[in-house]
Nanobody, 125 residues
Framework: VQLQASGGGLVQAGGSLRLSCAASGRTFKFYAMGWFRQTPGKEREFVAGITWDGRTTFYADSVKGRFTISRDVAKDTMDLQTNSLKPEDTAVYYC???????????????????WGQGTLVTVSS
């Protein structure tokens, strides 16, 4: 399974970016997904999660109300809409997929089996 994250870039504070994640080798359809982020010298941090059917989402407190996770089951893609970006949102963003079908998303990186290569988001002040 290969996950491909895209959509990162340089944006001013207050701006928006839409990150996308696509899979090859295994469908998204039956697996919970998540977005995480990481900055140098820090542990990977949970950002948002979504159930396999897209019906339930949850967010880190730091992004709640600003970020929206979604998935298109038919297209087998997942997105993260990031609004009102802050300099502290600067990080490499990773999409991840759980290994077990129908298992719930969690905020723990160790619960996710497959990871994308990451896309860099830089927010300037």
């Amino acid at each position: 399974v290969q996950l491909q994250a895209s959509g990162g870039g340089l944006v001013q504070a207050g701006g928006s970016l839409r990150l996308s994640c696509a899979a090859s080798g295994r469908t998204f359809k039956f697996y919970a997904m998540g977005w995480f982020r990481q900055t140098p010298g820090k542990e990977r941090e949970f950002v948002a999660g979504i159930t396999w059917d897209g019906r339930t989402t949850f967010y880190a407190d730091s992004v709640k109300g600003r970020f929206t996770i979604s998935r298109d089951v038919a297209k087998d893609t997942m997105d993260l809409q990031t609004n009102s970006l802050k300099p502290e949102d600067t990080a490499v963003y990773y999409c991840a997929q759980r290994g077990e079908a129908y298992s719930p998303p969690t905020s723990r990186p160790d619960d996710f089996l497959f990871w994308g290569q990451g896309t860099l988001v830089t927010v300037s002040s």
